[in-house]
């Protein structure tokens, strides 16, 4: 492994030996290492030492990247593939294109087509709720004027189908307006017309059923499973697990009263996730979420969040440096997955999180 890295490394590796050539008081130089505390004292002060003195060392390599790898012509190609795949009605494909197209997008007016057409197939695939955060996410993203009435007439549907007939009947009348506006030809207007109409029409006659609004970009409950009572030494487990240690089974757990069928006694999160290349733009980067309408990275063509709290999450804590050692990671031939899942643990941790925890 140490191979890989002092051959292929490129850049990075030359500028931390350079640095450990020009400071070599700080290393170990000819300390005996007498025992493991002694190891880790030496190896707590060569970082402390390295971040105090040579914060900044890899900043000439990572701000001269072109770091925003995305590209519009990118999106638009992989769009038409969505297109074709859609066309013959295969949707999960389709989706999958269209995630793409999405996390490439480098402009709004891009996005904003890529967020519109996989609102198409969530609306055939009947996913009211995601078709209809991708229309509101299409028109905040300058979705082109002469063609909202088709979108608007959508997101008419997508209301209808889960019963805001309210807000159906204003959107409807919203589509048709922008309709006239941007149809010329009555041959074509009269038609979209008459089926915004028919819309209405259903909605009025439902309006006194109509179901509250709600705000569908909230983020949604986490569907883990509750503990009924939270053990007060280890709060993963539930208070009917008691820890213990027997020279027989070593540590473990046993019960404290009976357990019923199917009751939880176990939740814990996981420190972190790692999605496998193969499902990089098919799930949430950071909770590994299979949603179907994803959102994309900010910085990034090959990560996709499920909603706004774990993008923030992620920029907050690793995503922000991750994105930007991509690149150069992957021009290194270093790009493997064993490699980024490392990278991921270190820098979804804060420098003290690996010096002060013993
Ligand atoms: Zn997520």
């Not at 971040?51 to 060392?57: G, R």
């Not at 009555?186 to 509250?212: D, H, M, W, Y």
């Not at 409950?221 to 070593?250: C, D, H, Q, R």
């Not at 499902?279 to 499920?306: G, Q, W």
Request: proline fraction near 3%; hydrophobic fraction near 35%; charged fraction near 25%.
């Amino acid at each position: 492994m140490s191979k890989t890295l002092g051959n292929s490394a490129g850049q990075l590796d030359q500028k931390f030996r350079n640095w450990c050539l020009s400071n070599p008081s700080k290393l170990y130089g000819d300390v005996v290492f007498e025992n493991v505390a002694k190891v880790r004292e030496l190896q707590v002060n060569c970082i402390r030492d390295f971040n105090e003195t040579a914060s900044d060392i890899f900043d000439d390599i990572l701000g001269g990247e072109d770091l925003n790898v995305k590209n519009n012509d990118a999106s638009d190609m992989i769009r038409d593939q969505g297109n074709k795949v859609y066309q013959k009605k295969q949707f999960k494909a389709a989706i999958d294109c269209y995630n793409k197209a999405i996390s490439h997008a480098k402009d709004d007016s891009v996005l904003a087509l890529g967020y519109a057409n996989r609102s198409a197939v969530l609306f055939q695939m009947e996913e009211f709720k995601a078709c209809y955060r991708d229309i509101e996410r299409a028109i905040m993203s300058s979705y082109p004027q002469n063609l909202v009435h088709k979108l608007l007439d959508r997101k008419g549907k997508c209301l209808m189908k889960l019963s805001h007939f309210s807000e159906a009947i204003i959107t409807f009348g919203e589509a048709i307006a922008m309709a006239k506006k941007n149809i010329s030809d009555e041959t074509k207007l009269r038609p979209f017309i008459n089926e915004a109409q028919k819309g209405l029409k259903l909605c009025s006659s439902k309006k006194s059923s109509s179901v509250q609004m709600v705000n569908y970009f909230d983020s949604e409950e986490s569907n883990l499973p509750m503990l009924t009572g939270m053990n007060p030494k280890m709060p993963a487990f539930s208070k009917a697990v008691k820890i213990t240690y027997s020279k027989e089974n070593g540590r473990h757990g046993v019960a404290t009263r009976k357990i019923g069928c199917g009751e939880v006694i176990l939740v814990e999160n996981s420190g972190f996730n790692f999605a496998n290349f193969n499902s990089r733009v098919e799930v949430c980067t950071h909770c590994l979420s299979p949603k179907l309408d994803l959102i994309p990275s900010p910085l990034s063509a090959n990560d996709m969040f499920c909603c706004t709290t774990c993008k923030e999450n992620a920029m907050n804590s690793y995503h922000d440096k991750e994105a930007r050692l991509l690149s150069i990671l992957e021009n290194s031939g270093l790009g493997q997955e064993e490699w980024l899942i490392s990278l991921r643990l270190v820098l979804s941790k804060s420098l003290s999180f690996f010096l002060e925890d013993s």
